[in-house]
């Protein structure tokens, strides 16, 4: 630890959609830093305040101090700005023909890093984010990475924030959809976040007792979700919650809503209407979809969401302070530890059809479309 | 009041949408009737459990006593259902051609209360359930009605239950939404009920200080809107929120999403799209649509809404025990008093445009789109 | 009103125990004032950032801007400090020999009005407040008052912000009592406050259904109040909640808990613990206490609170545009007035004991220990 | 595993204190051991309705399907009921000379379980009742423990249900009290539950992000606490939070408030009310204290709560499907698994004082008195 180099000054970047707890990760993260005397600046909106420092009048990067930080623990979004937009490792390009082309702008960035005088980053972010993260220390960077996905979906951290937040939204919504559809004796379709993953619909559809629960890892047949909420009525249930992630499936793989191809299926609203539409087709019920969609990322993180955004942003800088390089703080439980970047991304975390949730959801009646 | 005749036995029934704080109605009630040694009989679903008693197990009613009511005053929903359809006044009877033709069928449904001997009828609705009870009562039937809109468009009512619910939830939800508006900088678009009045949009508009609420009191110019979310933009506020009632139209009067006239534009989103579609379009900036619905109709009522509620369930049997007929229950702050039923249904309450509301949200700089 | 003269600069203040919604009204009576040109600036805790500048480093005086006030309609307490001492009314001032004398400061405190070029004040507080306002209007200050009471005890306005945010809170907390005390058969008594009108305790324990309300109104014997807890006991309800406002009495008139004398009771944990201990005593069953106190008072505003006080705000920098001194903006459903600040102060406002709520409350069987 | 025997009848118990999430654990039990065919019944509080039937008027068991435990699952309590009263392995039983003995009663117990043809049993429960479950185990009965702690102290379990709910309430409590505090600069001190462990004070004093922690696992001198406030104070910062767990104790060893001995100590109060006096006394600032006690045992679940409570209920029935004896479930994310009993009650687990969560806290300028 003798070659640890001295640090100056950090910077703090978030990409990808915003999570309940990023606020707690960039205070504590700025708190603990500047502890240790350290500068710390924000970037603004994932890379751009440094990438392209003309487009804001504060020049693209947020000085961070205790004041700055003050009362944001338990604050939504992201005090720093985040984007979807403008991964550095595929650019796009103007080309001679007026066409684009993607280039590897990471150079360019790293170089204004070392403009600017940044000894290390701690960048928040998804799959994406952490990739870059990855490319970017191999170039040279110091960066330590902080796992960020509201749909639970990365590998290497038993959880992050931001996912017990949308779980705890999610079902206190169905909670209020199940009053509604048992008075009126209706199948209800709630649509929920988890485009590759289930962990969402799984865990707030059983804490919410749901009827049915629709994910990615288990391709649905209508007519199955219709018998279960046939057997339902057969036993005076009149009434039916339907829980699906956006990247559920059916068993025939096509995804068609009202005979329209899946682009316009998602414009048209999505799965959640097409299983809605075709319950109400088979079934002749009055069914409604409610898609929770965007409701889920936003609002004030859980008392758990803020404690490990918390606890990750100080484990970042502990790590900066032990020298680690090109690792992502990760839960595991009871502790916090460190994983290589480069193992964080090479795979994502699904639902196992046979863990023990599960097999509770199976026990409890819960029928899947399988 | 000597001429009372004596009460034995009473039916509630709950009619249209449900609305939080319909089971604080239903309990206070009950218990106010028993006390007074009444029998207390639930009609399932509107009037269908008496309409049509062999479509239920239970023939239809439910007897309602202090077990049966226990512990609901916090829950949402209707313990006895409810329904939007079969009012019979204007029932679909099948005709020989195989057309239908709209009968009045309340002479039927008076003598089956005659037939299971029920004095009096304790009805909680809306405008259409309210009109409805004020032809039973000329029929000779004893009502006392309830008011019960969402919307807070019933007249003759300061307020009814379920009301401080929806703009407390729809003001959680702009809340949540405003924090990832603001870290994407984006516009984020929410729709919300009220069809005819925007008492919703615009007291959870307010609440939440949103930057545009388009309400159906006053049409809207998109590029007025438009124009607001400019101004914030060259004011450094780079996210707008923009709460529109489902009722909201446009000044031109056309309501149309994506070149579908206003039916399948109901069906595609409704205005909440349009108006994300169309400002996605003129600013250029990334815009999301959120529709609340059906999630402001459930849930555990407010403290207010229970109050309410329960005031109401037992001003209902008090006006029975003092002989009163064919009246509703009224809120007029601080007490709770009685309007004739006619009265009650004449005019809908919309939106004063120069509602000390009205002024505070202009004064804080909200845009109407006028 | 050709007579009125031109407005250059306002002040804003806030006295007594802090209330939710204090924000709203300091953020719109901020931006209706910055939208009519006047310059705006708050005093710190109550008056003392005036009278004593030489504490703060800032000097006691806060310039509002659109930004100081940006996101704080939902939070709790208040931006500019307030205070439950320092009435200038009543100074207490070191006299020769030792003792200390209350003198009227208020003529120099208004010279400090004048000195900073200050044309109104818009004081936000309860009875003490609104009572110093008078008399600052009379001797010639230009003055409009907000009502605030947590209590609900103030005259000539339907409501005002923070109560119904106490309720929502103390419905929500009794709620939650209520099913560890059924788990365990307890009794639960539950002291919220009220010192002089049981206004929280009444409406949130019809609320929440609770079986004893003690209130200030009405002189409570504590055996009546175990006979209705043996009452449930025979009907098999184990358990029992009573709700006690803090300002309830026994009708012997003597507030004594264990043997000590009412100030010392209060240090105690006050009329609460009392009612435990003879409850516990009389009817041997497992008694357990929970005060309430300050939760009541903090916490982010109900939707409805955040909207009273942002109309609140605004009426009265209308009411100042519009010439209007020493009056106190007021809530009258549905729409906001003014009454004179003499007429407010004049006499507190009780629980009449035969509302529609009380009857409602004596309908469902609640004991008031009467 | 074909040595064993046929399950016909199962019997739940819940003892100790209610926990959120009890209900859960019931209502899977009760539907994952009716699919198998299984009768379920429950034991009325603790051991009572087995040991002493004569006192209910229902014999004192329950039978549990799946209609008695509809619409459970986000209930706080327990529907079965519990105590802390009468464990029978040290009963106490009156001696000739009118004195008590304590007696052990598990053969009577374990003969009752017979009597009633219940084959195996599922307890719920703390130390004290996990080992009286390992007694009954060793005498022969079959069981399996599912561990219940609000206080999270249980070791052999990642985590239970219960402690994510009274953590997120508590910071709930805390976030409203610090705008109070903040108002009206005082020092506020939150008393939260915790004898043994300190848990609940650390994560909710993280999570909102409290200036003063105070834990039984660090004694504390309150001149360090004392002297935490006034380094606040003299940077700008006029107010402090001060959370408590109810089994902190001073580096004196001595608990004593207001010159009384601890016993009398409990009964004024608490520790936190000796904080709060002697807080006041050193630093002269108004201090004010709030104790949450039962109100972090009741309410709805959490979403986190409710899924733990479902899984633990769920695997309970699996553990007895498979034959397992003596065991308890536990929570080894991300998956359920199984202890022995006696290996459970152990240790009790506290909180190591060098973990990250520690770290992060004492990064964050946290003080512990220490």
């Not at 979004?77 to 550095?88: E, L, S, V």
Request: glycine share 12%; proline share 4%; hydrophobic share 40%.
């Amino acid at each position: 630890m003798s070659s640890t180099p001295t640090i100056r000054r950090i910077a703090l970047s978030t990409g990808g959609g915003d999570a309940p707890g990023l606020n707690a990760v960039i205070r504590a993260a700025t708190i603990a830093a500047r502890a240790r005397g350290w500068d710390v600046v924000g970037i603004r909106d994932g890379f751009n305040g440094l990438m392209f420092p003309e487009r804001y009048i504060d020049g693209g990067l947020i000085r961070l101090d205790r004041t700055t930080v003050r009362g944001i623990t338990h604050t939504g979004g992201t005090i720093i700005g985040t984007t979807n937009r403008g991964n550095p490792m595929r650019f796009p390009v103007p080309q001679a023909d007026g066409s684009y082309r993607d280039e590897d702008r990471t150079d360019e960035l790293i170089a204004r890093f070392r403009m600017h005088d940044i000894d290390a980053l701690v960048t928040i972010g998804g799959d994406g984010s952490l990739t870059l993260a990855d490319h970017l220390h191999r170039k040279g960077l110091w960066v330590v990475g902080v796992p960020k996905t509201i749909d639970n979906d990365l590998d290497k951290t038993e959880a992050t924030f931001g996912f017990d937040t949308a779980v705890a939204f999610a079902t206190e919504c169905i909670d209020r959809l199940n009053s509604t559809a048992a008075s009126h004796g209706r199948i209800m379709v709630v649509e929920v976040m988890g485009r590759y993953a289930g962990w969402i619909a799984l865990n707030a559809g059983v804490a919410s007792a749901a009827d049915v629960v629709l994910i990615p890892e288990i391709p649905y047949d209508i007519n199955k979700v219709a018998q279960k909420i046939r057997e339902r009525q057969s036993a005076g249930r009149l009434f039916s919650i339907v829980v699906v992630a956006e990247g559920a499936k059916p068993v025939d793989g096509n995804v068609t809503v009202r005979g329209k191809s899946v682009g316009q299926a998602e414009r048209l609203g999505g799965i959640g209407e097409k299983v809605a539409h075709e319950l109400e087709e088979i079934t002749g019920k009055e069914t409604r979809v409610v898609v929770l969609g965007h409701l889920l990322r936003g609002g004030s993180p859980t008392a758990f969401d803020r404690l490990v955004g918390l606890r990750f942003g100080a484990a970042a800088i502990r790590a900066l302070e032990e020298g680690q390089r090109g690792v992502m703080v990760s839960l595991t439980p009871p502790t916090v530890s460190y994983v290589p970047l480069e193992a964080a991304c090479s795979r994502m975390k699904t639902v196992p059809i046979d863990s023990d949730t599960m097999l509770t959801a199976r026990d409890m009646g819960m029928s899947f479309g399988d």
